[in-house]
C-alpha cells in the first residue's frame, strides 16, 4: 500500500513540475529534432542588473528570452522596455511570482493576466510565451 501512494506522489509530481508533463498545460521544452540551436532564457526579471547582461548579450551577438515579473516590469520600465528594444524575447512570469500550487484557475488567471498587462505597458509587446513561477503547473493553467 505504501508503495502504491509512493507512486501516486511520484506521478503528482511530475505532473506538477515535470517538464514534459501537459497534464495540467501545454509543455515546450524542447525544439525542433536537427536544429543546433539552444534556448537561453533568463527569469525573474527586470531589475537594475538586467543592464549588464545586456551588454554582454549585446557584445557577443546572443538573443535570449527574458520571462519577465509584471510587477518588476512596473517597477523598472525603462529596464523592461531596454530589453525588448534590444530585440530580446519577453515571456510573462506572472505579476508577482507566486507558488500556484493549491491555488485557484481564477489566481492564475488574474496574475498572468496582470502581468500581461504590465508587460505590454512597459515594453510595447504582448508576451507569447509564460514560464510558471518555480516550474509548479497546477490545475487552471489550460
Same mark, same amino acid.
Given at each position: 500500500m505504501a508503495a502504491l501512494a509512493g507512486m501516486g506522489a511520484l506521478g503528482m509530481a511530475w505532473a506538477v513540475r515535470g517538464r514534459s508533463s501537459t497534464v495540467f498545460a501545454p509543455s515546450v521544452w524542447r525544439g525542433m529534432p536537427g536544429r543546433m540551436a539552444i534556448a537561453l532564457t533568463f527569469d525573474d526579471g527586470p531589475s537594475p542588473s538586467t543592464p549588464a547582461l545586456l551588454r554582454v548579450l549585446e557584445e557577443f551577438r546572443i538573443r535570449a *528570452?527574458?520571462?519577465? /515579473? &509584471? &510587477?518588476?516590469a512596473r517597477r523598472y520600465p525603462d529596464i523592461a522596455n531596454? #530589453?525588448?528594444s534590444a530585440g530580446h524575447? /519577453? &515571456?510573462?512570469?506572472s505579476e508577482t511570482h507566486p507558488n500556484f500550487a493549491l491555488q485557484s484557475s481564477a489566481v492564475v488567471h488574474d496574475e498572468f493576466s496582470r502581468a500581461q498587462d504590465s508587460l505590454?505597458?512597459? *515594453? &510595447?509587446? #504582448?508576451?507569447t510565451l509564460l514560464r510558471v513561477p518555480y516550474g509548479v503547473r497546477w490545475f487552471g493553467f489550460r
Open positions: *528570452t527574458f520571462f519577465q /515579473i &509584471g &510587477g518588476n531596454a #530589453v525588448a524575447e /519577453i &515571456g510573462n512570469h505590454a505597458q512597459a *515594453t &510595447g509587446l #504582448v508576451p
